[in-house]
């Protein structure tokens, strides 16, 4: 049985006071609802949420990281330097990262595996566009996603990856797949992974995200292969995000 995690991505959000209201409040909140929970922030907050988080359940992680380990590359950030602020998790892939910053799959896939070298558990974000959808090319866009990374990492490294589902359309749009979309998305991409190693897949988690809120999350999580939530907008507040967890 697999653990259900709800991840919240804050984007480009926050400020030190609002973030310790945030965090404190979902701190507060949690109560056993039998579902991990993290939130991956923008880099320079690491160290408030490794200060503020420490010795809660709450774990925290980063929206990006370099293929660099370090030297001349202005503006990146290093996975050794995301663990030395007792970061879990590491978003690799987030569509607005392949849109606005023409991330490839192939680049995607190497930030996979610095991540996993050091240790980080990679949070791969794999989704189509609304004009793939349409065009009936869903099944071939994200399993070409997935594809690049499996071939980046060793299939026992398979069983420390998180996944999540993504479609571009629903994220930030106030329009959320239907559950039986999102299933069918999600088993076509547990078949990939066990295609490379089939008792690593069974394990692996694969999260939705994509306007998830209190409302819808409840039916979304009882598909059999969601496994949570990568959450954005209702992340940006304890109790929205709060409700999600608790829809788990
Ligand atoms: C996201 O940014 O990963 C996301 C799912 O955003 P939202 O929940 O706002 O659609």
């Given at each position: 049985m697999r653990q259900k995690l709800v991840i919240g991505n804050w984007k480009m959000n926050g400020n030190r006071a609002s973030n310790t209201a945030l965090l404190s409040g979902i701190v507060a909140g949690l109560n056993d609802f039998g579902a991990d929970c993290a939130v991956c922030v923008p880099a320079p907050y690491l160290a408030q949420c490794q200060a503020e988080l420490a010795g809660t359940p709450v774990r925290w992680g980063?929206?990006?990281?370099?293929?660099?380990?370090g030297g001349a590359y202005t503006g990146e950030v290093s996975a050794a330097m995301?663990?030395?602020?007792?970061?879990?998790?590491?978003?690799?892939?987030?569509?607005?990262?392949?849109?606005?910053h023409h991330e490839s799959n192939?680049?995607?896939?190497?930030k996979t595996a610095v991540a996993l070298a050091a240790g980080l558990t990679p949070v791969v974000c794999v989704g189509e566009s609304l004009e793939q959808r349409e065009?009936?090319?869903?099944?071939q866009v994200i399993c070409a996603q997935l594809q690049?990374?499996?071939?980046?990492?060793?299939?026992?490294?398979?069983?420390?990856?998180?996944?999540?589902?993504?479609?571009?359309w629903a994220i930030g749009t106030g329009k959320t797949a239907t559950p039986q979309i999102a299933q069918d998305a999600h088993r076509l991409l547990r078949a990939c992974l066990?295609?490379?190693?089939?008792?690593a897949a069974a394990g692996v988690k694969i999260l939705y995200g994509g306007s998830m809120k209190p409302e819808n999350a409840k039916?979304?999580?009882?598909?059999?292969?969601?496994?949570?939530?990568?959450?954005?907008?209702a992340a940006l507040k304890s109790s929205d995000f709060l409700g999600i967890i608790q829809a788990v």
């Open positions: 980063a929206q990006d990281v370099s293929i660099h380990a995301l663990q030395d602020f007792g970061s879990t998790y590491v978003l690799c892939g987030h569509s607005e990262r392949r849109a606005y192939e680049l995607v896939a190497q065009a009936g090319q869903t099944e690049a990374v499996l071939e980046a990492i060793a299939p026992q490294q398979i069983a420390d990856l998180v996944l999540a589902y993504e479609p571009v066990a295609q490379r190693h089939a008792e039916e979304l999580m009882a598909q059999p292969d969601i496994d949570g939530g990568l959450i954005g907008g």
